[in-house]
C-alpha cells in the first residue's frame, strides 16, 4: 500500500471548506466562488471571501486544528478549497516564531518576536497565498496562468503551477535578482523580462491575459492569495494561545498578508476562538524610495497616489501602488496602527544586525521590519511590555546579487 501524503489523511469526513461566497470589498455585490472571477466588474475593487463562520464555530474544534498535518492547509474550513485533491502542496505555513532575545535586550524589549517566513518553499512567504490561488484556480479548471512580479511571486507561482500541471507566464522586472528569474524558470515557466517596474509588467500581463485568455493572479486581482496569507494571523493566534500580541511590524507591498492577516482576526472574533478580543496594532513598513502607503497614511487619504521613480534594493516593496490600497489604509486606521518609512542604509544595517545577533539573514523586506521598529520605539509609538512581531518575510539568501547595495 502506498502511504497517502498526511495532508490528504485528515480529510476523510467532514466539510472541507466552509467557503460561502465572494464579496466585493467595495461596493459589497455579491458572486459565486464555482465560477471564475477576478475583482468587481461593478466598481474595481478586489473581491473578499466569505465563509460560514457560524457553521466552523460548531464543526472545528480550535484546540484540534493545533494537532493536524497539513500546516496552511491545517485550517482548510476556512480556505476557499472544497476538494483535497486539489491542494497543491509543498509544505507551506507552519513557519516558526521566533523570540528575539539578544536583538530585546539590547532594545529593552524583551517580548520582541519575529515570525521567520524564510523557511516557506520558494524562500518567501509569496508561498502561502500561491498555493492558495493555484490550487483554486486547478479546482476551477484553468488551465493557464499569468502574473506580475517584483520577484517572489512569480517564482512562486511558478513552482506551485508546474506541480498542479497549469502552464505559467511572467512578467518581471529586467532588473530582478537572479534567484526570483531561475526558479521561475527551472519550474518551468515562460519569464518575461520588462524594461520597467512591476506596474510596467502589470500593464503587459493584463494586455497578454485579455488577449489570450490567460488567468491573472497579480495581487487582489484575484480573490485568493490573502487567503493563504491570512493563514499567517491564524497561526499566531494559535502560537499566543489565542491572545493576540500587541503589534505587529509587516513589510508592505501589494498588501496581501496585512489586509489577510486583518481579515483573519476578524474572522477569529466570531468563532470565539480568540480568549482575548484586543487586536494588534497593524504597522506597515516600506521603503523611502517607494513609500505610497506611508504618504497616504499621514494625509489622511483613502487611497494611494501612484508613486514615481521607486526605487529600493527590497524588491518586493518597489510597488508604486497596490490595487488594495484602500483596504490597506482602512485596516492600519481600523487597527490604530502607523505607517513607517525605512532608508535602504537601514535596511542593510538591520540586516546585518539580524545576522550578527540572532543568526537570522532575512530578505531586505524583513529585515526593514527591524529598521522601523528602531523608529518606533525613538518615536515612543511602542512600549517595552508590548509583544511585538516582526515580519522576516524571505530568505536573505535570494538577494545576493543586491547584497549591500542601496538603490
Ligand atoms: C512580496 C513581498 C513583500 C510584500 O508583501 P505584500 O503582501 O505584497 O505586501 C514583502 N517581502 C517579500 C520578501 C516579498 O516577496
Ligand atoms: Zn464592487
Given amino acids: ?56 464555530h460548531k464543526h472545528v474544534d480550535r484546540d484540534a486544528v493545533r494537532w493536524r498535518q497539513g500546516r496552511m492547509w491545517r485550517w482548510h474550513e476556512l480556505l476557499p478549497v472544497k476538494d483535497p485533491g486539489n491542494f497543491v502542496f509543498l509544505g507551506e505555513g507552519d513557519t516558526p516564531l521566533l523570540h528575539l532575545p539578544r536583538l530585546g535586550k539590547e532594545f529593552g524589549y524583551p517580548y520582541l518576536f519575529v515570525k521567520d517566513e524564510s523557511s516557506n518553499p520558494t524562500g518567501s512567504f509569496k508561498a502561502r497565498g500561491l498555493a492558495a490561488a493555484v490550487s483554486k484556480a486547478k479546482e476551477l479548471g484553468i488551465k493557464k496562468v499569468i502574473i506580475p512580479t517584483a520577484g517572489n511571486a512569480g517564482g512562486a ?65 484575484e480573490p485568493y492569495r490573502t487567503e493563504g496569507k491570512k493563514v499567517m494571523g491564524y497561526e499566531l493566534a494559535e ?55 506611508i504618504k497616504a497614511f499621514e494625509t489622511g487619504a483613502t487611497f494611494c497616489d501612484f508613486w514615481t521613480n521607486a526605487h529600493t534594493m527590497a524588491s518586493g516593496l ?55 521598529l528602531k523608529i518606533l520605539i525613538q518615536q515612543g509609538w511602542v512600549h517595552p511590555e508590548e509583544r511585538i512581531v516582526l515580519f522576516n518575510t524571505g530568505l536573505g539568501l535570494k538577494y545576493l546579487d543586491r547584497l549591500g547595495q542601496a538603490t
Fill in 1 to 56: 500500500m502506498h502511504a497517502k501524503p498526511a495532508i490528504n489523511a485528515a480529510f476523510n469526513s467532514g466539510t472541507v471548506s466552509f467557503i460561502v461566497e465572494l464579496e466585493c470589498s467595495g461596493c459589497g455585490e455579491k458572486y459565486s466562488h464555482d465560477e471564475i472571477h477576478t475583482f468587481c466588474p461593478a466598481c474595481q475593487s478586489p473581491l473578499l471571501v466569505r465563509y460560514d463562520l457560524e457553521a466552523v
Fill in 157 to 221: 507561482m511558478a513552482a506551485y503551477a508546474a506541480r498542479a500541471g497549469i502552464q505559467a507566464l511572467i512578467y518581471m522586472p529586467k532588473d530582478t535578482q537572479r534567484s526570483n528569474i531561475e526558479e521561475s524558470r527551472i519550474a518551468g515557466a515562460e519569464v518575461v523580462l520588462v524594461d520597467g517596474l512591476i506596474s510596467d509588467a502589470a500593464g503587459m500581463a493584463g494586455e497578454k491575459a485579455r488577449a489570450e485568455g490567460w488567468f491573472d493572479l497579480s495581487t487582489f486581482k
Fill in 239 to 293: 502560537t499566543f494561545d489565542w491572545n493576540l500580541p500587541d503589534v505587529i511590524i509587516y513589510p508592505t507591498g501589494g498588501g496581501t498578508g496585512l489586509v489577510g492577516m486583518w481579515k483573519a482576526f476578524a474572522e477569529l472574533e466570531p468563532l470565539g476562538w480568540l480568549s482575548n478580543t484586543k487586536k494588534p496594532r497593524m504597522v506597515a513598513v516600506q521603503a523611502d524610495g517607494c513609500a505610497p502607503v
Fill in 318 to 372: 518597489r510597488v508604486p501602488k497596490s490595487f488594495a490600497d484602500v483596504l490597506i489604509l482602512n485596516d492600519l486606521r481600523d487597527s490604530k496602527g502607523t505607517a513607517v518609512a525605512v532608508s535602504d542604509a537601514a535596511i542593510i544595517e538591520a540586516q546585518s544586525q539580524f545576522g550578527r545577533m540572532e543568526g537570522i539573514f532575512p530578505a531586505p523586506e524583513g529585515a526593514a521590519t527591524l529598521a522601523a
